[in-house]
């Protein structure tokens, strides 16, 4: 019986990856490979095929390549809310100080209604 994951990599055109990589890391990868029953092969598959299945979704992919890397951008859109924050509410302030009627941000969109519209655009732009 074969390794799993195997069976379907045979079946089509292949290249070969070199890669370096700390040897005590590999070491203790291709342990834990081998005790889930897989070679090192069928991880990079997996791994290649994760990205292609994710290509949309940059956030899994870096918190699988660089779990720190998640964090400190997350970090960094915590910044640039605040920020944002910050500057409506001097905007709000600026405005009401001159007199400029507003709806103090009310009408404003979601980021989750923006994203949603943009997806649409998207779509409608490749279909």
Same mark, same amino acid.
């Given at each position: 019986?074969?390794?799993?994951?195997?069976?379907?990599?045979?079946?089509?055109?292949?290249?070969?990856?070199?890669?370096?990589?700390?040897?005590?890391?590999?070491?203790?990868?291709?342990?834990?490979?081998?005790?889930?029953?897989?070679?090192?092969?069928?991880?990079?598959?997996?791994?290649?095929?994760?990205?292609? %299945?994710?290509?949309? &979704?940059?956030? *899994?992919?870096?918190?699988?390549? @660089?779990?720190?890397?998640?964090?400190? +951008?997350?970090? /960094?859109?915590?910044?640039?809310?605040?920020?944002?924050?910050?500057?409506?509410?001097?905007?709000?302030?600026?405005?009401?100080?001159?007199?400029?009627?507003? %709806?103090?941000?009310? &009408?404003?969109? *979601?980021?989750?209604?923006?994203? @949603?519209?943009?997806?649409?655009?998207? +779509?409608?732009? /490749?279909?």
């Amino acid at each position: 019986m074969g390794m799993p994951g195997t069976a379907a990599a045979s079946q089509t055109r292949q290249t070969q990856m070199n890669t370096r990589i700390d040897m005590t890391l590999k070491e203790a990868g291709d342990a834990v490979l081998a005790r889930l029953g897989y070679s090192p092969s069928a991880a990079v598959r997996g791994f290649w095929q994760f990205m292609v %299945n994710h290509q949309d &979704d940059a956030a *899994s992919v870096r918190k699988v390549i @660089e779990p720190g890397a998640a964090t400190a +951008l997350s970090d /960094e859109v915590a910044r640039k809310t605040s920020a944002i924050n910050s500057l409506r509410s001097l905007y709000a302030q600026t405005a009401q100080e001159l007199g400029i009627p507003g %709806n103090g941000g009310v &009408d404003l969109p *979601s980021w989750d209604e923006l994203r @949603e519209d943009w997806y649409d655009e998207r +779509l409608e732009r /490749e279909a």
